[in-house]
């Protein structure tokens, strides 16, 4: 159909505007996405439009077979008595079967079109589901593999802050031990001031011990 060989050739060219502008494909196949939507909407217009003739053509071959009918039951009542009005009569039911003719091949035209177009229609919302699937599949999986990517890029730099950190907080840790056990060290070296004097008293009183008690014969002679 012409109608909806333009609208391929309209959303070709408007999305190819678009991309001029766009760089992200995701705004390029919502663009596409949306064109398609305008598409279904105007073609359940113009089927709309069609469902609406074909109602029309119906009534009016309705009416028609009816007038063909009634001018043929007339023509019937009155062939006996009064031949040039049943020939008038014959003549219009003629004229009605011709026009009922005429709109059953119109009529027939109008269903095959809104069949076609009731195709069309399907294939296109088939079409749209299947981009609108695909563009939320994508899209979902776009938003996951950047935020992978950011956290891989930027795990670099955090693993560099966080060993930073490690070594800082035991480097307060190990000068709060320190700081913690320096009374314990000063007590240690008093502790030993008083070890050394008292080993220092200890010796004075042996070596008084020694000068007080008398040498014996030996020791004098040698």
Not at 13 to 24: G, I, K, P, Q
Not at 26 to 40: D, F, G, K, Q
Not at 72 to 91: F, G, I, M, P, Q
Not at 149 to 157: K, R
Request: glycine share 2%.
């Amino acid at each position: 159909m012409k109608f909806f060989k333009k609208v391929a050739i309209n959303i070709h060219s408007h999305v190819e505007a678009l991309a001029d502008r766009f760089e992200n494909k995701e705004a390029l196949s919502t663009a596409y996405i949306h064109e398609y939507e305008r598409v279904v909407a105007k073609a359940k217009v113009k089927t709309a439009q069609v469902d609406s003739e074909v109602t029309r053509l119906e009534k009016e071959a309705a009416q028609l077979r009816e007038q063909s009918e009634l001018w043929a039951e007339r023509a019937r009542r009155v062939h006996l008595t009064d031949e040039s009005k049943a020939l008038a009569c014959v003549a219009r039911m003629t004229q009605s079967q011709a026009g009922y003719r005429q709109v059953q091949t119109d009529l027939e035209e109008a269903g095959k079109l809104k069949k076609k177009m009731a195709q069309d229609v399907d294939h296109i919302l088939k079409k749209l589901e299947t981009l609108k699937r695909k563009h939320q599949n994508l899209a979902g999986r776009q938003v996951c593999a950047e935020a992978v990517n950011t956290l891989q890029n930027a795990n670099g730099g955090i693993q560099y802050d966080i060993d930073n950190l490690f070594t800082r907080w035991e480097t307060d840790v190990v000068a709060q031990e320190l700081h913690a056990q320096s009374p314990e060290v000063a007590s240690d070296c008093l502790a030993e001031e008083f070890d050394s004097a008292e080993q220092k008293q200890a010796l004075r009183m042996a070596l008084e011990q020694i000068i007080a008690t008398p040498c014996s014969t030996e020791e004098k002679k040698q």
